[in-house]
Every structure is written in C-alpha cells, then in structure tokens.
C-alpha cells in the first residue's frame, strides 16, 4: 500500500509562484513514474506532468508547458511541482498519483495511466 501526501497548496495572485510536494510512503516509489493530476471544479479530472521513476524522462499538458516543472528525489520518496506565471484557470485542487504498470523509465502521458492519488491539495489563483 502506498499513501502520497500533498502540500504547497495556496492562495496567489495571476503571475505568482507556488511550489507542491508530495511525500509518499509504504512501498519505496523510487522505482515507480509518478505524476500530478488536477480538477477544477465541474471539470474532470486531468494530467498536468509525470515524471519516469528515475526522473529521466518528464511529460508537461500543452497547458503547463513552459510554466510548471515537475522533479523529484528519491532518497526523500518525495515529488515537486514548481508553478510559476500561474493564470486563473490554474486553480484546482492538485492531486499526486504514481502507478505501478507500465515501463518505470517512461512518464506517464495521461491520467488514467495513473492507479493511486493522494487527497489533493487546494490551488486558487486570482486575477
């Protein structure tokens, strides 16, 4: 059983900055692609980045491309998601994800190749 656990979430201002983290244990996900999924409300929920088990291989949404950047470090079974020039349409609640299917060496390119999410944390951005 593996439990992720966000934070960083928050309240900005169009253009500002927030940085997530999700501190995952149980099982040692060192091994596994993990991710960030979000949901706006009466929206479903989508993928915004992933990132392969050794972090070598990353994937952005066209949305977040160029603004957010996924990391992580293994020695602390812990994944960021740097948000910067974050816009209105960015508020969400974020969600971390990890899976254990598929190549460990590629990233995930869509949510439901993601098996397990955290509670999520809020993320409001206003204009």
């Known amino acids: 059983q593996v439990q992720l656990v966000e934070s960083g979430g928050g309240s900005v201002q169009a253009g500002g900055s927030l940085r997530l983290s999700c501190a995952a244990s149980g099982r040692t996900v060192a091994y596994y692609p993990m991710g960030w999924l979000r949901q706006a409300p009466g929206k479903e929920r989508e993928f915004v980045a992933a990132i392969s088990s050794s972090g070598g291989d990353t994937y952005n949404a066209v949305s977040v491309k160029g603004r957010f950047t996924i990391s992580r470090d293994n020695a602390k079974n812990t994944v960021y998601l740097q948000m910067n020039s974050l816009k209105p349409e960015d508020t969400a609640v974020y969600y971390c994800?990890?899976?254990?299917?598929?190549?460990?060496?590629?990233?995930?390119?869509?949510?439901?190749?993601?098996?397990?999410w955290g509670q999520g944390t809020q993320v409001t951005v206003s204009s």
């Open positions: 994800a990890t899976t254990r299917s598929g190549n460990p060496y590629r990233a995930p390119r869509t949510n439901s190749e993601f098996e397990y």
